[in-house]
């Protein structure tokens, strides 16, 4: 599962510095730019995320962590990559609006008693200082905002694997750098390969325990 990740934008990462530059360009005048954090991400939060573009190309957007379920209301934050085709909810994004969510790392949490109280865990690339989550996206209108479309995403997730699967079951489907475009403009064959691909090499850092 991922319930809450982070994007460093301390500086020291490039790449986050370089999307922040670029977000800023394009939308600072807007109120979803002023709304941006970076940080620890909770749903609901704005972050920048990477869409595709003209002619192969990629852009980076504001949007806010959550997909509406309209049959009643609740706040979808992630997308289960087995059997996401045969999802409704997630059928038409899986197909034409898959997005990038840049980051670095995310947060898991360790069960220490019957108590509740938990070890937070943050869990970062290994090899590398970003962490592309793949994404799914939906566009929509509020009735009540006259012209205003509202783009809202998920992060796709799959079993976990090695270590994490002692913090949780679940963990998000990453992505290479070199296969962004792959995800973003490529066909179900495509899809699946990063579904099923290699995990990250992940360092994980105990952050001591809460509740």
Same mark, same amino acid.
Request: proline fraction near 6%.
């Given at each position: 599962?991922?319930?809450?990740?982070?994007?460093?934008?301390?500086?020291?990462?490039?790449?986050?510095? $370089?999307?922040?530059? %670029?977000?800023?360009?394009?939308?600072?005048?807007?109120?979803?730019?002023?709304?941006?954090?970076?940080?620890?991400?909770?749903?609901?939060?704005?972050?920048?995320?990477?869409?595709?573009? !003209? %002619?192969? =190309?990629?852009?980076?957007?504001?949007?806010?962590?959550?997909?509406?379920? *309209?049959?009643?209301?609740?706040?979808?934050?992630?997308?289960?990559?087995?059997?996401?085709?045969?999802?409704?909810?997630?059928?038409?994004?899986?197909?034409? $609006? =898959?997005?990038?969510?840049?980051?670095?790392?995310?947060?898991?949490?360790? $069960?220490?008693?019957?108590?509740? $109280?938990? !070890?937070?865990?943050?869990?970062?690339?290994? *090899?590398?200082?970003?962490?592309?989550?793949?994404?799914?996206?939906?566009?929509?209108?509020?009735?009540?905002?006259?012209?205003?479309?509202?783009?809202?995403?998920?992060?796709?997730? *799959? !079993?976990?694997?090695?270590?994490? =699967?002692?913090?949780?079951?679940?963990?998000?489907?990453?992505? !290479?750098?070199?296969?962004?475009?792959?995800?973003?403009?490529?066909?179900?064959?495509?899809?699946?390969?990063?579904?099923?691909?290699?995990?990250? %090499?992940?360092?994980?850092?105990?952050?001591?325990?809460?509740?």
């Amino acid at each position: 599962m991922c319930g809450r990740f982070v994007i460093d934008d301390s500086g020291d990462v490039a790449e986050i510095r $370089k999307i922040f530059e %670029e977000l800023k360009k394009h939308y600072g005048s807007t109120v979803e730019f002023q709304n941006v954090k970076a940080g620890e991400i909770y749903p609901t939060d704005t972050v920048p995320v990477i869409i595709p573009a !003209e %002619e192969m =190309r990629i852009d980076a957007v504001p949007m806010q962590w959550g997909i509406i379920n *309209r049959r009643d209301n609740s706040l979808v934050i992630n997308a289960r990559s087995e059997g996401v085709y045969g999802k409704a909810m997630f059928k038409e994004s899986i197909i034409n $609006k =898959r997005c990038i969510i840049p980051s670095t790392g995310f947060y898991e949490w360790a $069960k220490l008693d019957q108590y509740n $109280k938990k !070890e937070k865990y943050l869990i970062k690339p290994a *090899r590398t200082p970003m962490l592309y989550l793949a994404g799914i996206y939906t566009k929509f209108r509020d009735p009540s905002v006259p012209n205003k479309e509202h783009v809202r995403f998920a992060v796709m997730t *799959r !079993e976990a694997m090695g270590y994490v =699967r002692s913090l949780h079951t679940r963990m998000p489907v990453t992505v !290479e750098r070199k296969d962004i475009l792959k995800w973003l403009n490529g066909g179900p064959d495509n899809i699946n390969e990063i579904f099923n691909g290699q995990m990250p %090499e992940y360092a994980f850092t105990n952050l001591g325990s809460v509740g």
